[in-house]
């Protein structure tokens, strides 16, 4: 899955098949609406808020495994936009149900689509979309329809939320997209703190990175090879100074 990325090619779209023909998005307000249900929404909102404040949580594969729950659909995941490209693939980190297997994979921008929708701005319907996007026609099993909703971090899109019907049993409607909305908000802040983790992460990095360094510069101007006025000062009392020193900045 994760060569899809990296195939950029004009022949990935099949120009035979337009956009027009495998959005249904209007049909979320013409099929009848559900009843919300608002225990099992509440369940799945505190499930994510008690995994948001446990660092060892995966929070994006709850959060996938939460949209299969309340939309009970087939395939549920995300898809964020890499950072590292300027946003023209997508990445996959978190999908639960029957394409669960291809975690980890990604797509073009330009191919898929979540990029179609992020386009629109908004939540979008899709009818059997591997006829148009032929990455996806190896996926097994094929969609029947696809529900994509966008979410956003200060006010910028950053990914999608997506499910998926993969037969004619469950048909999407307004009531998918009210609840997958009250979720992109948890998705916001999920990717926020991951976000901030992942920064972190690098800060603490490059500062061991640089006391390692510092260290061993350290070891050889003074330890291994003592000059100067402090060639008196015992070997073992330098290096015991050195010890402290590198202490006292941990």
């Known amino acids: 899955m994760s060569d899809f990325a990296a195939s950029r090619s004009a022949d990935s779209l099949d120009p035979s098949v337009s956009l027009e023909s495998i959005l249904c998005t209007g049909e979320l307000g013409r ?15 505190i499930a994510l808020a008690r995994a948001l ?15 299969l729950e309340v939309t009970q659909c087939d395939t549920s995941g995300l898809s964020l936009l890499q950072k590292d490209d300027g946003g023209k693939s997508f990445y996959w980190p978190a999908i639960a149900g029957m394409w ?27 009818h059997r979309f591997e006829r148009r996007y032929l990455l996806f026609r190896p996926l097994v099993p094929q969609t029947e329809e ?14 999608t939320m997506w499910a998926v019907a993969h037969s004619d049993r469950r048909k999407f409607d307004a009531e998918d997209v009210r609840m997958m909305t009250a979720l992109g908000q948890f998705a916001a802040l999920a990717y926020q703190t991951l976000d901030s983790m992942h920064d972190l992460q690098v800060q603490v990095a490059a500062r061991q990175e640089a ?3 510092l260290r061993r510069r350290f070891n050889r101007s003074t330890c291994l090879t003592p000059t100067g006025p402090e060639s008196s000062i015992p070997t073992a009392r330098r290096c ?4 402290g020193f590198f202490r006292a900045i941990s």
Do not use: W
């Open 146 to 159: 696809c529900l994509i909703v966008p979410f956003y971090l200060n006010g910028t899109a950053v990914g």
């Open 211 to 213: 006391e390692t360094a």
């Open 53 to 67: 404040v446990d660092s060892k949580a995966n929070i994006l594969q709850i959060l996938a495994e939460k949209i």
């Open 100 to 126: 669960q297997a291809y975690a980890g994979g990604g797509t073009p921008h330009d191919c898929a689509p979540c990029g179609d929708a992020l386009d629109r701005n908004s939540a979008q319907l899709f």
């Open 31 to 45: 099929r009848p609406l559900r009843s919300p249900d608002h225990e099992k929404e509440n369940r799945a909102l």
């Open 240 to 243: 015991m100074a050195c010890g």
